[in-house]
């Protein structure tokens, strides 16, 4: 193959050989992708139709819930369908859509996360100017940022990589088109320049991550400086759930990319890929719905 334009379609690494395997990792992800829709849209639904919960905390959740949604719809159908027809192929222009909308979901997701921690300070640390500072067309200006930023860093990325020439075949050692296991597709040196890319994009990222942790050093000084317990607790009740959702979404990204070659290995790598696309989209309506009354109260409803 002497360029990309000569893949007519990629082949995606199998769960497994055998036909009774496949059939169960079909019924497995069936259950995992059902609890993420019916988590993620009873959220969207509560929040969409009780007022009480049009805040702009809220507001961000129910962005979150859209954008876990998207990350898990864009892996999980494919992946069931080729265990169920027996099957491991995706065509050429369904990869490069699968990396697309894999980045674009991911990437506005962490921006969401960042501006959710901003949203959590103003509200502890400015509690008098949270009204002003995150008023409705504000929360709007930022939600369109977290999403306009996904997709141009998915725009980049995808053009990026699928002008990149291929001559080693097209097998893709992983269970859905991911970015790295395409550059190792790729000739000589022609994919530095993705690399580069994805080097910008890391920076970016661990911007994000900075504001994060600082955002939370100063939320958890503000708490503690609370005289009353049950100030204090309610602080924590509304900081938790987020903090929790950013630990298990970085946590997992910075596994599946930052673990040494020694300990990499196919069956490592597709399971902590499951990890970072499949788990957190699931998860994420327990965490947030576990120990918040208004919401569960609103889902009773």
Known sequence: MSNSSSVNEFLLLAFADTRELQLLHFVLFLGIYLAALLGNGLIITAIACDHRLHTPMYFFLFNLSFLDLGSISSTVPKSMANSLWDTRAISYLGCAAQVF?????????????????????????KPLHYGTIMGSRACAKMAAAAWASGFLNALLHTANTFSIPLCQGNTVDQFFCEIPQILKLSCSNSYLREVGLLVVSASLMFGCFVFIVLSYVQIFSAVLRIPSEQGRHKAFSMCLPHLAVVSLFLSTVMFAYLKPPSISSPALDLVVTVLYSVVPPTVNPLIYSMRNKELKDALRK
């Open 101 to 125: 909308l894999v980045v674009f979901f991911l990437g506005g997701e962490y921006s969401v996360l960042t501006v959710m921690a901003y949203d959590r300070y103003v509200a502890i640390c």
